[in-house]
């Protein structure tokens, strides 16, 4: 089986680490800049681990960056590994910001469409996963590497991943900031978050039914105006709470008028 080193030791880096080692690749080293991170994961996974650049197993297969954005760049410049197969996990970064290290032969993307967290489990198999090489090559490769993790695979240019990761955060990062409004805003009724469950549950399940336009309901779908008034005083004393309030009402009204209009 291949040879697999781990750069970072995040949540991206936990999750792809367990998935590889279930499908029997072989992680001969994690690093990472933060020791204590660098220890958690390759106590997980078993492995050893370097906090140190210039200590790098320099005979693995495949190198994959699950680094933070704003240092992959510096982190793939200090690698002179130029035989390996170098292979990065971020949806907005391009293909292209392998270029600057002349020495790469190949390289590209693996970026898996998921949240994830340490603690949490998930099930890689049903994953997005899309991939991107710098020749037909490398893609192949990478896509057979994701093709043991995951049912799901697709090609996709760096301009594709773009919008996709901009699209994710619309339904994951902005979505769940939501929840921990709707959070606080239930708790000064006297309940705490759980008895909203079974209704984002729902939200999400009919989905797999409906589009996204046609599931949606409440007031602002209606133009209700009296109840978006009512709600806007409740929330006199929060202006940011009030501020997102309006806009996502304005949003869905903008996006729904046309069926609006019919309806009045």
């Not at 106590?43 to 960056?65: C, H, K, M, W």
């Not at 994951?172 to 900031?177: D, K, R």
């Not at 709707?182 to 989905?207: C, H, M, Q, R």
């Amino acid at each position: 089986m291949k040879r697999v080193v781990i750069i970072g030791a995040g949540n991206v880096a936990t999750h792809l680490g367990r998935a590889l080692q279930n499908k029997n690749f072989v992680v001969s080293q994690i690093f990472s800049r933060t020791e204590n991170s660098a220890t958690q994961l390759a106590s997980d996974l078993g492995v050893p681990f370097t906090t140190n650049l210039q200590s790098l197993d320099r005979e693995a297969d495949i190198y994959f960056y699950c680094v933070n954005d704003a240092v992959l760049c510096d982190v793939i410049n200090k690698i002179d590994i130029p035989d390996a197969l170098h292979v990065h996990t971020a949806g907005s970064l391009p293909l292209s910001i392998f270029e600057s290290h002349l020495q790469y032969r190949r390289y590209g993307v693996f970026y898996p469409l998921q949240t994830f967290s340490k603690t949490r489990k998930v099930n890689f198999d049903e994953i997005p996963i899309f991939v991107e090489g710098n020749s037909l090559e490398a893609e192949e490769e990478i896509r057979q590497i994701a093709q043991t993790l995951s049912k799901r695979v697709f090609s996709s240019d760096s301009e594709q991943r773009k919008k996709i990761h901009l699209s994710a955060v619309f339904a994951c990062n902005f979505v769940n900031h939501l929840f921990s409004i709707a959070e606080e805003l239930v708790k000064t009724a006297g309940y705490s978050f759980d008895i909203l469950l079974p209704l984002i549950t729902e939200t999400v399940n009919k989905l797999n039914e409906l589009s996204p336009y046609d599931a949606q309901t409440g007031p602002a779908v209606r133009n209700d105006q009296n109840i978006i008034r009512q709600h806007l005083l409740l929330l006199e004393n929060k202006p940011e709470f009030s501020e997102i309030y309006s806009v996502l009402s304005e949003s869905i009204y903008r996006m729904h008028k046309k069926d609006i209009q019919t309806r009045e």
